[in-house]
């Protein structure tokens, strides 16, 4: 009789996975805990579910690892080691993400058009400022310049999003290849004449050595006065310095952060304070662990036959 693959199901939702998994032709177990128990309970597992952060702490335990399914978009904590583990497979979660950031985009362009996240900035100072959000809600951004940085499935339904708005969109990707619901897609390279004008940016790129720092002070200058940018991928994308700078000269209209080069930020980070910024906690696509369960079964099923799953990771990219 055959043995039962086994799949590790590493995350702190571990044993609702269990069973809502339950009916899948493999042996499943639950580790709930952060860390890793003893070795040998690991050794000869082969897949696995997990949040990355965790199985970072478990993988040097599991020798026989080949198949890893995120239950996050990003896997960060893993890329360190993957180098070091070329028969490792990891797929990033795909699918859940672009409807949530979508609502979450238009929730925040809704107060930019209507001239709200004036007057929410002008509260913080006990300010009335019944002109300056006359001035802002009677402004027609039909057709004005849209850029969303990241041309992937997310970035894809936000530039569907804004295009629908009546907004002229324009995609920034590595190489500048053509995508879906962009009227025009740049390369990186030429971000300044992408972004030249724009009155609202969306970044949505993760984290690597070439985004790193990609949203410095001439990408901000390049900028419609007023603009509007909005930060959903990663933290580290955005030069802090050079975006308090912009707020506080009044060139930049308003910013909205999602992520953070530290999380939680720091209670005495200057986002708090700073003009016309505005901070939400890492939720723009909060994802319940119930959307990983057909994405997991779907790249489940292609592992057992043999087929390639989706959301592959290229180590050297770092998605």
């Known amino acids: 009789m055959t043995e039962k693959p086994v799949v590790a199901l590493i995350d702190a939702e571990a044993a609702r996975f269990a069973e809502a998994l ?22 000869t597992i082969t897949y696995a579910l997990a949040a990355p952060d965790r199985l970072a702490a478990y993988l040097p335990s599991m020798p026989a690892l080949r198949w890893a399914q995120s239950t996050w978009a990003g896997v960060n904590p893993l890329l360190p080691l993957l180098p070091s583990r070329p028969e490792l497979a990891v797929s990033a979660l795909k699918g859940p993400f672009g409807a949530l950031m979508v609502r979450y985009l238009n929730f925040w362009l809704d107060g930019f058009e209507q001239g709200l996240l004036v007057a929410l900035a002008a509260q913080r100072r006990a300010r009335w400022t019944h002109g300056a959000v006359r001035r802002q809600s009677a402004r027609n951004f039909s057709g004005a310049r849209a850029v969303v940085l990241g041309t992937g499935a997310i970035g894809v339904d936000l530039g569907a999003a804004l295009t629908a708005r009546g907004y002229h969109t324009i995609g920034l990707n590595r190489s500048g290849a053509p995508a879906p619901g962009f009227a025009e897609v740049y390369p990186i390279g030429e971000r300044l004449a992408a972004l030249a004008g724009a009155e609202v940016l969306v970044s949505v790129v993760p984290a690597t050595a070439e985004t790193a720092g990609l949203l410095d002070e001439a990408a901000l200058a390049a900028l419609a006065p007023g603009a509007l940018l909005m930060n959903v991928g990663r933290g580290s994308v955005v030069q802090e310095a050079a975006l308090l700078a912009a707020l506080e000269s009044g060139h930049l209209g308003a910013a909205v952060l999602d992520v953070f080069e530290s999380e939680p930020l720091p209670e005495d980070h200057a986002f708090w304070e700073a003009p016309r910024c505005f901070v939400t906690p890492h939720i723009s696509a909060p994802t319940e662990w119930e959307a990983v369960v057909p994405v997991f079964r779907e790249n489940l099923r292609k592992v057992l036959a043999g087929e390639p799953p989706t959301g592959l990771v290229d180590p050297g990219r770092g998605y």
């Open 22 to 43: 339950a009916d899948l032709p493999v042996t499943l177990r639950p580790y709930a805990a952060p860390t890793p128990p003893a070795a040998e309970a690991l050794a």
